[in-house]
Nanobody, 128 residues
Framework: QVQLAESGGGLVLPGSSLRLSCEFSGDSFNFRRYTLAWFRQASGKEREFVAVIRANGGYTYYQDSVKGRFGISRDNAKNTAHLQMDSLKPEDSAVYYC???????????????????WGQGTQVTVSS
């Protein structure tokens, strides 16, 4: 059974940086075949897509509001994914979730329903 565990969230000032990590387990042999994505959900709002990295890291895609500030990466040797978040803004405050799928097609990468596996989330709060 695939399991995902996020870490790295916290309370930071506007303009600060955070690096979220997603530790993948349960199917380590096939980790490199999984598409990995980050979603976030702010209080009272729907879950939204943030960033995605395809198998082997050959393709990445970001939500417009985070382009140029966030960077998604993966380490296939360590079965982990990361989300580097720079120049954080108060509107980035949310619970951030890592998601994984072996079968998501390119046209559905922003659709949370396309991901079978989810972590428990990590809280990011950006406030002065």
């Amino acid at each position: 059974q695939v399991q995902l565990a996020e870490s790295g969230g916290g309370l930071v000032l506007p303009g600060s940086s955070l690096r979220l990590s997603c530790e993948f387990s349960g199917d380590s042999f096939n980790f490199r075949r999984y598409t990995l994505a980050w979603f976030r959900q702010a209080s009272g709002k729907e879950r939204e897509f943030v960033a995605v990295i395809r198998a082997n890291g050959g393709y990445t895609y970001y939500q417009d509001s985070v382009k140029g500030r966030f960077g998604i990466s993966r380490d296939n040797a360590k079965n982990t994914a990361h989300l580097q978040m720079d120049s954080l803004k108060p509107e980035d405050s949310a619970v951030y979730y890592c998601a994984a799928s072996q079968t998501v097609i390119l046209s559905q990468i922003r659709n949370s329903n396309a991901y079978a596996y989810w972590g428990q989330g990590t809280q990011v709060t950006v406030s002065s």
